[in-house]
């Protein structure tokens, strides 16, 4: 790998994306900052402040972003010398789901099993830790996919969001890290099942029981909850109908309907 510092042509204003947590906004930012700039493996990043500037973040939030980025083995942080491209932007899409099998049924099985691993520990802290303001920012969140999904039924939105803001609510920072890698990953299977297939309504619902356990302090209960909305018989049945088409989707969405 070249250790000779690239030309940065800095661009007046980046890109900014709406919503989302600040270290996966900054993640995102970065990404695409690598990517418009053709920087390729071997080129060096400009400086922290150039991007503390830039993305009007913090020094903590920033390198939190660094750690994501490393972890996927998209950068590489040399302390004392600076952070360096470690694969080119074409190769980025293929990157997280690289640890897992190369079958989708097998990468499908080994998500899930990962997930029920993370977001168990992370229901289950966050039921003991989480303050009021939290609850409410999770009902929050959960409204307004509700109010989105009433508006435009077709309204998807992206893998993981419920997730990723319970597992903020625990304030550990590795939790939050691999569910990031884990809804990269989740994103390359067969369109990322983003689609839900006609889910959407079980989501909320689930996620309502879920955060309504949590209210209470119920861990027990919250564990069985998060156990159950992440089957993999359901998963396998969605990745199949994701497989086969409009028509089975339609069927599968007009199936699910009176249980939405």
Partial sequence: MSNRDTQIHQTPDLHRLS????AERVVQEIRL????NNLEAGHKLPPERFFIEQLGVSRSSLREAMRVLSTLGLV?????????????????NASSP??????????????????????????TAATERATEEDFNQLEEFIDTQTRALAEDPAFRWQPLGF?????????????YEVELMLRE???????????SVGRNGEWLNEHRAILASMRTRNVLQVQRLVMAHL??????????????GPTSTSR????TKGRN
Avoid: C, K
């Avoid at 900052?33 to 418009?36: G, N, R």
């Avoid at 089957?231 to 497989?243: C, I, T, V």
């Fill in 19 to 22: 919503g989302g947590r600040v």
């Fill in 33 to 36: 900052y690598i990517d418009s």
């Fill in 76 to 92: 590489e942080v040399r302390h004392g010398d600076g952070t360096y491209v470690t694969a080119p932007p074409e190769t980025w």
């Fill in 98 to 123: 690289a640890i897992f099998d190369a079958t989708e049924e097998n990468a499908l099985r080994n998500l899930v099993e990962t997930r029920m691993g993370i977001e168990l520990a992370a229901a």
């Fill in 163 to 175: 997730e990723l803001i319970m597992v903020e609510v625990t304030g550990n920072t590795w939790l």
């Fill in 185 to 195: 990953a989740w994103q390359s299977l067969s369109g990322g099942l983003r689609a």
């Fill in 231 to 244: 089957s993999l018989e359901r998963f396998e049945e969605d990745l199949r109908s994701q497989r086969s």
């Fill in 252 to 255: 599968r969405g007009r199936s």
